[in-house]
């Protein structure tokens, strides 16, 4: 199967920045997702890597290196409502055209 | 809004029984795709329409199906409920027939009992 492998959890503070990291196999990569899921809630798109490199867009940050299977996500200038889990997701060619998700990392700001 | 939309949004059920969760996709997508979130596993893929067909399978039970219709939106059948089957289930649509562009629908929460 195609493993995705992300931290379960992680704590921060306002203002702070944060790293999640996530691994994946390599074989059969066709692109990478990141979400956003607050609890009860569907996941929303915050970002998408298929080349190697650094893709910014705000506080988030998502990088991607295709010979490692390494991603991660940085947020910048934490606040509050960041606080929920964020899902990482791949595109395989085996897995036909659809997303294979990651567990999620639970990600808990405090002031 | 994403403007996929799913109904019901709860739904409530006893074990054995038959339900059907719809799910309208953004206007101009051709792809629905059908994930599964319970608290132990995580959200799983469980199958993919693309212009009316089938185009991929992940953990998808036998005792669930689904279809796209002509109009494009799509219904993903649950027969004979077990109690493990609670769980969200969200519905997601993309342009084409791959995921670059996809948005969630909120959801149906459903629960076995």
């Known amino acids: 199967g195609q493993n995705i492998d992300q931290p379960t959890e992680m704590t921060a503070t306002e203002g702070a920045i944060v790293q999640i990291n996530c691994t994946y196999q390599t074989s059969g990569f066709n692109g990478l997702f990141w979400y956003q899921q607050h609890a009860g809630e569907a996941p929303t798109f915050l970002s998408y890597n298929v080349l190697d490199g650094l893709e910014e867009k705000g506080r988030f940050s998502s990088f ?4 490692k299977g390494y991603s991660y996500l940085l947020l910048k200038e934490l606040q509050m409502k960041d606080s929920a889990s964020y899902l990482c997701a791949v595109v395989y060619y085996q897995a036909g055209t659809a997303l294979i998700f990651g567990k999620g990392t639970t990600l808990s700001v405090s002031s | 809004d994403s403007g996929v939309t799913q109904t019901p949004k709860h739904l409530i059920t006893a074990t054995g029984q038959r339900v059907t969760l719809r799910c309208s996709p953004r206007s101009g997508d051709l792809s629905v795709y059908w994930y599964q ?22 953990n998808i039970l036998e005792r669930f199906s689904a279809q796209q219709f002509p109009d494009l939106h799509s219904e993903l059948n649950l027969s004979s409920l077990e109690l493990g089957d609670s769980a969200l289930y969200f519905c ?8 670059r562009d996809n948005d969630f629908g909120p959801g149906t929460r459903l629960l076995v009992l």
């Open chain 1, 64 to 67: 991607l290196s295709r010979s």
């Open chain 2, 37 to 58: 979130q319970s608290l132990d596993q995580g959200l799983q893929f469980l199958i993919q329409y693309y212009n009316g067909e089938e185009r991929a399978k992940g």
């Open chain 2, 92 to 99: 997601a649509s993309s342009e084409d027939s791959t995921p």
